[in-house]
T-cell receptor
């Protein structure tokens, strides 16, 4: 079974600063995806960024980038030029791939990110 | 806007009752999965369906069951409700199992008294 650990329950930074959220995972699988999801107070889970395990290059999406260290099983999210709208719960998640299918997502407990004006 | 809608948004039940939660996915989405999110926790995988057949299940008892219909809608049924079933229930849909791209609804908040 896979586990996902987010060791920072809450983080607070000033608007326009850069912040890094940590995530580690444990798996014996070699084929998987890793994700960061954002859940604002509206409750809807929104995909921030996705990383395929077979890709060495770190994924980026505008102000969001990841540092994927496969050997260390680490998957951190960096948010640059943070904005008030980035305030939300952030969840790291793991998806095992097999044949033509995949298991359901395994989530961490989340990090509550607060962007201060 | 993900195109995934869930109903009802909130509901209250008493212990021992049964509940049905509904999800409407985007057209063309062949997979739907359900998650339980307790307060202050990350979501936990209940099960997923692919083309109307169950295709994976998390660590939940059989009183949690589901259905997926040809019209891209689905249901989560929970029998014999317990107090610990109080949670936000999230539905997520995608085109296929291994695309790694899931679209979530806003969830149904269930309170069991």
């Amino acid at each position: 079974a896979q586990t996902v650990t987010q060791s920072q329950p809450e983080m607070s930074v000033q608007e326009a600063e850069t912040v890094t959220l940590s995530c580690t995972y444990d798996t014996s699988e070699s084929n998987y995806y890793l994700f960061w999801y954002k859940q604002p107070p509206s409750r809807q889970m929104i995909l921030v960024i996705r990383q395929e395990a077979y890709k060495q290059q770190n994924a980026t999406e505008n102000r969001f980038s990841v540092n994927f260290q496969k050997a260390a099983k680490s998957f951190s999210l960096k948010i640059s030029d943070s904005q008030l709208g980035d305030t939300a719960m952030y969840f790291c998640a793991f998806m095992k791939l097999w044949g033509g299918g995949a298991d359901g997502l395994t989530f961490g407990k989340g990090t509550h990110l607060i962007i201060q004006p | 806007e993900t195109g995934v809608t869930q109903s009802p948004t909130h509901l209250i039940k008493t212990r021992g009752q049964q509940v049905t939660l509904r999800c409407s996915s985007q057209s063309g989405h062949n997979t739907v999965s359900w998650y339980q999110q307790a307060l202050g926790q990350g979501p936990q995988f209940i099960f997923q369906y692919y083309r109307e057949e169950e295709n994976g299940r998390g660590n939940f008892p059989p009183r949690f069951s589901g259905l997926q219909f040809p019209n891209y809608s689905s249901e989560l049924n929970v029998n014999a409700l317990e107090l610990d079933d109080s949670a936000l229930y999230l539905c997520a849909s995608g085109k296929d199992l291994n695309t790694g791209e899931l679209f979530f609804g806003e969830g149904s908040r269930l309170t069991v008294l």
